[in-house]
């Protein structure tokens, strides 16, 4: 016999985040729009941290090779009581000079965009999967992206955020545990984690300047962003 969301109840008791497309019009919708993943990285922290313990276990980090290359760590940044979560890859050369994410080009759209939608980057957090500059840019490495994840874990129990958008294929591709293609998973929003966050998934402001065409697509999606925050729960 099977207990009606037993299932989810043990997933979530074990910090395993289920997420599902959110309004499906079925109530028991085909396989691939419901999907249970383990969370990325879990477990996470045992002992549940605050802020400023995080921010410090972030900034000593040597749990990964990352830390030999990096100038810094970029923990995140914006409100700690902002209702939007932007989570994108992981810092470029000039987040790590700075340790601040979102600060070069892409940085400036990121902030043009949100001021389409009358956000200031100060309303809202942004962080990254990974807390250190790959080398050259690179794509982060899966292991690499399971040993930083328990930290954006931690960041989203402290932040609560009412929804998340995640920026490009990396982010969202790790959030969701999906290898589908971004132009699959955008337009659709996801429930993320243990609390059901709404998660709507966008492209990355820096395939934004290099593909202009797609920022009707972005906008559409920051709509829907926008739509949801204004959604009560
Ligand atoms: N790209 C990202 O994904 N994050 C940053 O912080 C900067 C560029």
Redesign the pocket.
């Given at each position: 016999m099977t207990i009606p969301g037993l299932r989810e109840q043990y997933l979530e008791a074990m910090g395993i985040p289920v997420w599902v497309q959110r309004h499906a019009a079925n109530p028991e919708p085909p396989a691939d729009e419901v999907q249970l993943v383990r969370a990325p990285g879990a477990p996470g922290h045992q002992r549940a941290v605050d802020w400023r313990e995080l921010q410090e276990e972030v900034r000593t980090c040597i749990k990964c090779a990352l830390h030999q290359g990096r100038t810094q760590t970029?923990f995140g940044a914006g409100s700690r009581t902002a209702d939007l979560l932007i989570i994108?890859?992981?810092?470029?050369a000039?987040?790590d000079r700075r340790g601040?994410?979102?600060?070069?080009r892409?940085?400036q759209l990121l902030n043009a965009m949100l001021a389409a939608i009358h956000l200031a980057r100060e309303d809202v957090y942004?962080a990254?999967?990974l807390k250190c500059r790959p080398p050259n840019n690179r794509d982060p490495k899966s292991d690499e992206a399971a040993t930083c994840t328990p930290y954006l874990q931690r960041q989203i129990e402290l932040l609560q955020p009412r929804v998340i958008l995640a920026?490009?294929r990396?982010?969202a591709q790790w959030l969701l545990q999906s290898d589908a293609p971004i132009g699959r998973l955008r337009g659709r929003t996801f429930e993320y984690g243990a609390g059901a966050t709404p998660l709507v998934v966008s492209y990355?402001?820096?395939y934004l300047l290099r593909s202009p065409l797609a920022k009707s697509k972005s906008w559409e999606d920051l709509k829907v962003v926008k739509r949801l925050l204004r959604t009560p729960e």
């Open positions: 970029v994108g890859e992981a810092p470029g000039e987040e601040e994410p979102f600060v070069g892409a940085g942004i990254n999967i920026l490009g990396i982010a990355h402001p820096a």
